[in-house]
């Protein structure tokens, strides 16, 4: 909602844009991601087992009583933000570059028989790279003939170095292969514009998909398999983009415009020509005639 709310900062144009007219801008992208990983399921197991040997160690039942925990969340919440480059190919074809970082920690605490407390967490961090290419829909294909600029948007993301897994137990890297780590799919929507700025509303998924030499074994104890891991830095979406265009193209003329030429608009649209007609004297009249 926040990101939102910021966008109206800008105002929006009184007429309807009909084209992005940027050749080429930059933009940054925050978003809010529900994370496709299944593999929380191993951090979990580990706490419940950390937990049990808690309540095992207690001697009496008050300090059975004292044994508490927490559970790591059943969905890794995130904040990625990626910045990048925008090229108009042809009119309403968009070639992008982008870069981009997710970070989600997660964490919970222990207390022991004592009421000493323990921390354990995990943290998912990833740096995708990727091309993109939008396809803004022209407005006279459209139903909405008053709303904003629609565009369908299909992306191939890399992975860099960065992107990794860490605990409080241990690390594992991902591979970042040359040929890629999968796609992502969204639809956009131009929520306003203001000169050169442009801030579009996106809503995708995507599917980020990476491995390790390590295993899970080596980064959560207890439960895990050991065969390699493999696990996905992407999911659903919703995005804000905010584009600047720092070469532009100039902007057409207002075709409703009068070319001053004695050409004058009628109030239905039509035009009419005023002629100029010389004003002519009368001849004086004789007396007695």
């Known amino acids: 909602m926040s990101l939102l709310l910021a966008t109206s ?11 992005d007219n940027s050749r080429i801008s930059i933009f940054l992208q925050p978003a809010i991601s529900f994370l496709s990983f299944e593999e929380r399921e191993y951090f979990q197991d580990a ?3 950390i937990y049990q040997e808690f309540r095992a160690n207690a001697l009496t039942a008050e300090e059975s009583l004292t ?5 790591f969340q059943k969905v890794n919440f995130c904040f990625p933000i990626t910045g990048g480059l925008q090229f108009q190919v042809l009119q309403d074809h968009f070639i992008s570059a982008g870069l981009g970082f ?7 605490v222990l207390t022991d028989r004592r009421n000493k407390t323990h921390n354990y967490s995990y943290t998912i961090q990833g740096v995708p790279l990727y091309l993109e290419y939008r396809l803004a829909i022209p407005l006279n294909l459209m139903t909405l003939s008053d709303g904003g600029l629609f565009s369908i948007v299909l992306r191939w993301y890399w992975t860099l170095p960065g992107t990794e897994i860490y605990s409080t137990w241990g690390k594992i890297d991902a591979e970042n292969s040359p040929l890629g780590a999968g796609f992502g799919i969204s639809i956009g929507y131009l929520i306003a514009n203001w000169k050169n700025v442009n801030v579009f509303g996106d809503i995708g998924f995507s599917s980020i998909s990476v491995k390790s030499k390590k295993t899970f074994a080596d980064l959560v104890p207890g439960g895990a398999d050991d065969k390699k891991a493999k696990w996905n830095v992407g999911g659903l979406q919703l995005q804000i983009r905010v584009s600047f265009g720092v070469w532009n193209k100039p902007k057409p003329k207002d075709e409703d415009e009068g070319d001053n030429d004695g050409e004058v608009k009628e109030s239905d649209g039509a035009t009419k020509t005023e002629i100029s007609t010389p004003a002519v ?9």
Do not use: C, L, M, R
């Open 67 to 71: 044994v508490a925990k927490q559970d």
């Open 47 to 49: 706490i419940d087992t």
């Open 102 to 108: 997710i970070y989600d920690n997660e964490s919970v």
């Open 281 to 289: 004297k009368s001849a004086p009249v004789a007396k007695g005639q």
């Open 9 to 19: 900062a800008f105002a929006a144009s009184d007429d309807v844009v009909q084209h």
